[in-house]
């Protein structure tokens, strides 16, 4: 890193901006890697703490870095492309408190997700001390638009119940995952509460400490499945080919990571407290 050119006519925030991205992308900083930090890069590139704040935000909202509150800006562990869960799924069970609040179709992405880091709290590799964690899910005991019954286009029970089953299957395996850790007494603290409400899912949402979001669509596919022991066609929100995009928070309340995390958080919470039903496993 080097002082910027004099005679560069750009303004210094986009020429920190272009010299940091030119480094991402050439991988002298390495996927996952942090970022120095804010006084580091204003000495390195002869610039005010701002101008740094500034360009760092161009690079957020492109995509290329991730900031997070306390910790620094890290390069996206994918540059090029909407980024994995787990990972960041396992680095939050590093900390003293763990909430995850989820939104969507079944669970079952997020039983699936949370198996690893459940495991290395059973083996003593991670020690958190609290776990919330919330689920939020359609409600499929009433008329819903998807998933439907091919043929028709609309709703019909028997695909509603085989949906309803699989909900409740995965929901057992991660509140009785939970429930055991509390059981050997390995968490002080574990809470998980399911509610459903009336809507159609469309998407899915992980809510990571408060302070990061994956957001995605679900992916609308016809496919033959069993029902009553006969194929039958329906139309399914597929949650394994949504595509999961990463917002995180930041310093900078004004930059588009921190504002999706904030209204995010607020969706939820308003949904939660409003017309989410409590429901047992």
Not at 66 to 82: L, M, P
Not at 104 to 117: H, I, K, N, R
Request: net charge negative.
């Amino acid at each position: 890193m080097e002082h910027l050119d004099p005679d560069d006519p750009r303004p210094p925030f986009q020429q920190v901006a272009n010299a940091l991205r030119a480094a991402i992308r050439t991988r002298r900083f390495e996927p996952g890697e942090q970022l120095p930090s804010l006084n580091e890069l204003s000495k390195a590139y002869g610039v005010s703490l701002m101008t740094v704040q500034k360009a760092l935000g161009l690079l957020r909202d492109e995509g290329l870095v991730i900031s997070r509150q306390g910790k620094g800006s890290f390069v996206r562990q994918r540059t090029e492309r909407a980024v994995g869960l787990r990972p960041h799924i396992e680095q939050a069970f590093d900390r003293p408190r763990v909430t995850i609040d989820f939104a969507g179709f079944s669970g079952e992405t997020l039983a699936g997700t949370l198996q690893e880091p459940l495991d290395k709290i059973r083996i003593g590799r991670l020690t958190p001390d609290e776990i919330t964690l919330r689920v939020l899910l359609p409600d499929l005991t009433v008329p819903v638009g998807l998933p439907a019954l091919a043929s028709t286009k609309l709703d019909d029970e028997r695909v509603r119940d085989r949906a309803q089953q699989i909900a409740r299957r995965f929901n057992q395996v991660i509140t009785d995952s939970l429930q055991e850790l509390a059981d050997l007494q390995l968490v002080r603290s574990v809470s998980a509460e399911i509610r459903v409400y009336q809507t159609s899912p469309l998407f899915k949402l992980y809510i990571i400490n408060g302070d990061e979001v994956f957001f995605g669509f679900y992916p609308v596919l016809e496919h033959k499945v069993s029902i009553e022991n006969k194929p039958t066609t329906i139309l399914d929100p597929m949650g394994k080919d949504a595509v999961l995009f990463h917002f995180a928070s930041s310093d900078d309340d004004t930059a588009i990571g921190a504002q999706y995390v904030r209204e995010a958080q607020k969706w939820f919470d308003s949904v939660w407290q409003s017309v989410g039903r409590p429901v047992t496993t």
